[in-house]
């Protein structure tokens, strides 16, 4: 963690970013050096034998994440693995199952793209396109926190994000910074859709990060798509000031605290941008931005994002507050290091006991273009 830290304040942003004045101020940047080349392979079933297993890049409750090389190509994927066992325990079948529906769906500039995934006796395994930047959580420990250009650059493409899974009936529901990659270029990435799910009219279930829960998850009320509106508002205010408006070890406390609403801002953040975290982190969803009657216009249109060309940040044209210095399209220097000690994946037990269960799950997994 502390070599993370120290890479990420190696360089200053007034050294390496350029960052323009206003979102209005579109700069056309040049193509990646690490454009993919999946295009050039035909379409085929992939397994583990595949892939060349490297370092681990991420941890979660029934699974790890692993940066992997695909052995026909050379080009570096991240390699997703949750174990069916702890599936099964932690009743998160649902979940994968959405995640996997979802992510054949989508197709977005700022959502991390699925190649392919497959599964064996002992593990379900996902592969997406790796962003070599790392969380913009280990970009904000580092900075402390964002000033009000750099947390409106973010903001502006969540924003877009959020706006085309809506479109699509698809409410996220896990927004953090620990969910947001930055690639090559220093555009956000959106990742884990475990808990994503399309949504045509409401929903009830008890899920996500418990800073980020809006206040209608928490009281089992129905919700719909105003509970990504408000992740918004707290990931607006942790960016400016550098931690969450609610924070408590104690789940219970922390949910009596969001249900209480109280909370109070820095002296250093201004005050259109308090402004508009009320109005998202507003309880009541007659009053919520985003849940009105402009729905995300009135976001879009809030003084905060004053001057912001919107069709510039959609198609990339403005110039990220940070651009990562990575080495090559494989660079891991920017993602904590984490014990690699975990059973060997090519050691299978001898019978699937859950085919059953993953087989109408994982019976079509086919092969994504990036």
Known sequence: MDNLTEKLNQTSLDE??????????????????YSSIVEEFPKFQYELDDFIILQTI????????HLARLKANGEYYAL???KKEDIIQYKQVEHILNEKHILEEINHPFIINMFCGFQDNSNIYIVTDFSCGGELFSFLRAQKYFTNDIAKFYAAEVIVVFEYLHSKNIIYRDLKPENILLDETGHIRLIDFGFAKHVTDVTYTLCGTPDYLAPEIIQSKPYSQAVDWYALGVLIYEMLAGYPPFYKEDHVELYQQ????????????????????????QPDLSKRYGNLKGGVDDIKNHKWFAGVNWEHVENKL???PYIPRCRYNGDTS???????????YDIQ????????VFKVIFNFFFFFFL
């Open 58 to 65: 991420g941890m979660g409750s029934f699974g790890r994440v």
């Open 258 to 281: 969001i249900l209480e609403g109280k909370y109070s801002f820095p002296a250093h953040i201004s005050h259109t941008a308090c402004d508009l975290i009320r109005k998202l982190l």
């Open 349 to 356: 037990k001898e019978e699937d006991i859950y085919a059953d």
């Open 80 to 82: 997703k693995v949750m």
């Open 334 to 344: 920017y993602f904590d290091q984490y014990p690699e000690d975990y059973e060997p």
């Open 16 to 33: 390496s970013l350029s960052f323009p004045q206003s979102l209005s101020q579109p700069s056309l940047q040049p193509p990646s050096p």
């Open 318 to 320: 403005i110039i990220p």
